[in-house]
């Protein structure tokens, strides 16, 4: 349970709610709280079920978060906090795709870490268009906003990388087309999605990584990908990192 003043949010309001006000106010100072737990209550580190009603009692959200794969590891104690990406939108919190670790450690409590393409491209100085590519370096401002690239980058030399590499699959070991991928974590307008193609079409999604998501200093993210079968039954196979505004 839990004591708070709180009697109203408006839209796009956050509101705190914490477990000892003196060790949060020592800690974020200036981040108003908004309610207390009661002693010997606080939300289970592993995952539980959260529900927030209305005054008159009807469902606003309902919905599990956890702490195991696919949702963010570096949030399960390593000092980040589970943030929702794009709240505005209503995504389904119940999914763990929608939830990213935060930019820094400690997270940010009563705002975002999260920065818009436009907020980017108002602080790199890039055209608001996100297919354009000022610096004619061959990647649009969207490409590098989502990777964390520097305007006016050589290219992705260091954020993306593909080669073979055994990999264990079900107890066999065999070699795959493994790729690499750094991205923003911060960067919650688009979304990064690793892809691989027999014929340069129809490209279709790697699979989800074969190791845990690495948590990068500056808000930066690693995560590693393989195509769904063995080398020797690919006749070639190409590979891209495609970026995506995300709906």
Do not use: C
């Not at 709610?17 to 108003?32: E, L």
């Not at 820094?104 to 790199?124: C, H, I, K, V, Y």
């Amino acid at each position: 349970g839990l004591n708070s003043s709180v009697q109203r949010l408006e839209a796009g309001q956050r509101m705190v709610i914490v477990s000892n006000a003196a060790a949060f106010a020592a800690r974020y100072p200036g981040v108003a709280v908004a309610g207390v737990f009661q002693a010997g209550t606080n939300l289970s580190n592993g995952g539980e079920r959260l529900a927030l009603l209305a005054a008159d009692g009807s469902v606003v959200l309902d919905f599990s978060y956890g702490d195991s794969s696919p949702w963010p590891k570096a949030a399960d104690g390593q000092g980040y906090s589970l943030v929702l990406i794009r709240p505005e939108t209503n995504p389904d919190h119940g999914v763990a795709l929608n939830w990213r670790a935060s930019g820094g450690l400690n997270g940010t409590p009563g705002g975002s870490d999260g920065e818009s393409f436009a907020a980017w491209a108002a602080r790199t100085g890039q055209p608001a268009d996100p297919a354009e590519d000022a610096d004619r370096n061959g990647l649009a401002g969207i490409v590098e906003y989502g990777l964390g690239l520097t305007p006016s980058a050589t290219g992705a030399a260091g954020v993306v990388s593909a080669r073979l590499e055994p990999v264990v699959v079900n107890g066999v070991t065999d070699n795959y087309l493994v790729m690499r991928v750094r991205w923003s974590r911060v960067a919650d307008d688009v979304v990064v999605v690793p892809e691989f193609s027999t014929a340069l079409s129809g490209w279709q999604a790697l699979v989800h990584e074969t190791e845990p998501r690495t948590v990068l200093p500056g808000g930066m993210e690693e995560a590693t990908y393989r195509t769904p079968v063995p080398e020797a039954l690919l006749p070639r196979a190409q590979v891209r990192v495609s970026v995506r505004s995300r709906p």
